[in-house]
C-alpha cells in the first residue's frame, strides 16, 4: 500500500455551499500530516469524509486501501477521531471512559482494564485515574480524548484541533505526547497554531475555501510563499492572495483562490 490516505477530487456541498472542492490528498504510513486553514477552509469537514463520519458528494478516497464510499466499515476499523468537542463521558472516571470505549469495541471486561490501564501509563493520567472527566483541567481533558481515540489501537489517527483552549504548559505536555506515538500511527492533525504544525508534522497542506492550496514541509511552503516566516508564508496563501488555478500570487481582492 503506497498510501495511509489517498485522497482524489473529493468535494462535500452543503446546497450551494462548497466546503471541500476537488481535494487531493495523499499521506503516508506513519506520516504526521498538519491540515491547517482559517475557520471555515474545510478542515474538519475533510476529516469528517475521510473518517466516514459523513458521505462525500463526489470524488474518492482510500484510507488504509479501503474506500470511504464502498468499504465505510472496513475504513471505521482502521481509523479513529479525537475531535475538537469533547466526547468523553463526563459522570465516569477516566479509567472507566477508556475502559467502556475499549469494550464498545469488542474487548472484554479483563482486556479492557489492561488496555485502560495501559492508555493510562501512556499518556501519564495516573494522577488522575479515579478522577470524573467532568473534573479534569482542559489538558488531561484532552488527554483522555486521546487515549480514548487510541485505546482501539488505530491505523489513522485524526487529532481535531487537539490543543485549542490550552495553555502554554499544557500544550507542551501534549506536544511531547504527540511526538511520543509519531511513527506509530498515521496521524491527520488541524490546528490554528502555527508553531505546533512547524514543530510537529512531516508535512503541511494550507486549505482555503475548501481548496488545496499548497502542500510540503514547512520549508517547503515558506519557500514556495517567498519568505522565510511560516506565519508569513500562511498568511500569504489563506488570505486570499494567492490563486491556486494561475499559480500566483497577486490582488484577488478575496475572491478567487
Not at 469528517?48 to 475504513?75: Q, Y
Not at 489492561?114 to 473534573?135: H, T, W
Request: hydrophobic share 45%; net charge neutral.
Amino acid at each position: 500500500m503506497r498510501y495511509a490516505i489517498d485522497a482524489k477530487g473529493l468535494c462535500k456541498r452543503y446546497g450551494d455551499v462548497v466546503a471541500v472542492s476537488s481535494l487531493d490528498l495523499q499521506v503516508k504510513g506513519g506520516e504526521l500530516f498538519a491540515l491547517l486553514g482559517v475557520n471555515g477552509a474545510g478542515k474538519t469537514t475533510a476529516i469528517k469524509m475521510l473518517s466516514c463520519l459523513i458521505s462525500p458528494t463526489s470524488g474518492s478516497a482510500d484510507v488504509m486501501g479501503h474506500s470511504i464510499i464502498g468499504e465505510a466499515n472496513m475504513v471505521k476499523a482502521a481509523v479513529s477521531v479525537s475531535p475538537q468537542e469533547s466526547s468523553v463521558a463526563q459522570n465516569l472516571t477516566v479509567f472507566e471512559n477508556l475502559a467502556f470505549i475499549a469494550q464498545i469495541y469488542g474487548a472484554s471486561s479483563l482486556e479492557a482494564r489492561k488496555a485502560a490501564d495501559e492508555m493510562i501509563e501512556m499518556l501519564s493520567l495516573g494522577e488522575v485515574r479515579n478522577r470524573f472527566a467532568k473534573k479534569l483541567s482542559g489538558g488531561y481533558a484532552r488527554r483522555l480524548s486521546i487515549a480514548m481515540a487510541l485505546i482501539t489501537k488505530p491505523q489513522v489517527l485524526f487529532l481535531d484541533e487537539p490543543t485549542l483552549g490550552l495553555d502554554v504548559l499544557a500544550r507542551r505536555e501534549l506536544w511531547k505526547i504527540i511526538r511520543e506515538i509519531k511513527g506509530q500511527v498515521t496521524i491527520l492533525l488541524t490546528t490554528h497554531y502555527l508553531e505546533e504544525a512547524e514543530a510537529l508534522s512531516d508535512r503541511v497542506g494550507i486549505m482555503a475555501k475548501g481548496q488545496m492550496l499548497a502542500i510540503g514541509t514547512a520549508d517547503e511552503i515558506k519557500a514556495f510563499a517567498g519568505t522565510d516566516n511560516f506565519e508569513e508564508a500562511f498568511i500569504r496563501l489563506a488570505s486570499g492572495k494567492y490563486c491556486a488555478k494561475k499559480g500566483t500570487f497577486g490582488d484577488f481582492g478575496g475572491g478567487e483562490v
